[in-house]
C-alpha cells in the first residue's frame, strides 16, 4: 500500500470542485476507493424512517466522502503538496513543501523502541 498525503485528523483544504477553498478536518481515510471524509464538507441530507430509536423519523445530514485528490493540507492557510523524504537514521515522514513542517511520521527508525505507556504500578515504583 502506498503512503497517502492526507491522513486522518490533517486538516485540509478542498483544491476543486463546489467546495472549493473550505477547509475541515479529515475524520477517516478510505484507502481502498481513495476517498477522504472531512468535517462539514460535502454534507448530504438523508431522510430517517421512523424507529423506536427516532419515533418522529426526520432528516439527517452526514458528511459523504470525498476523492483525496481534491484536498491537500494546509499549511499558514494555504494548501501545500506533501514529501515523503527518509531522514538519516532511516525515520521515513511526511513533509509539507510550504514551509518544510513536519506533518508526521510514516515509518519510525529501524531498531528503535516504542515508547512505552507508564502505568500506576510503574510511576509506585519509580516513587520508592
Do not use: C, W, Y
Not at 41 to 50: D, G, S
Amino acid at each position: 500500500m502506498s503512503s497517502k498525503h492526507v491522513r486522518k485528523g490533517d486538516v485540509v483544504i478542498v483544491t476543486s470542485g463546489d467546495f472549493k477553498g473550505k477547509t475541515g478536518e479529515v475524520l477517516r481515510v478510505v484507502p481502498k476507493h481513495d476517498h477522504v471524509i472531512v468535517k462539514g464538507i460535502n454534507l448530504v441530507t438523508r431522510n430517517i424512517k421512523p424507529s423506536k430509536a427516532q419515533p418522529q423519523g426526520g432528516q439527517v445530514s452526514r458528511e459523504a466522502p470525498l476523492h483525496i485528490s481534491k484536498v491537500s493540507p494546509v499549511v499558514d492557510g494555504k494548501a501545500t503538496r506533501v514529501r515523503f523524504p527518509t531522514k538519516a537514521d532511516g525515520t521515513k515522514i511526511r513533509l509539507a513543501v510550504r514551509g518544510n513542517k513536519e506533518l508526521g511520521i510514516i515509518r519510525k527508525a529501524p531498531g528503535t523502541k516504542p515508547a512505552t505507556k507508564t502505568t500506576k504500578t510503574t510511576r509506585a515504583a519509580k516513587a520508592n
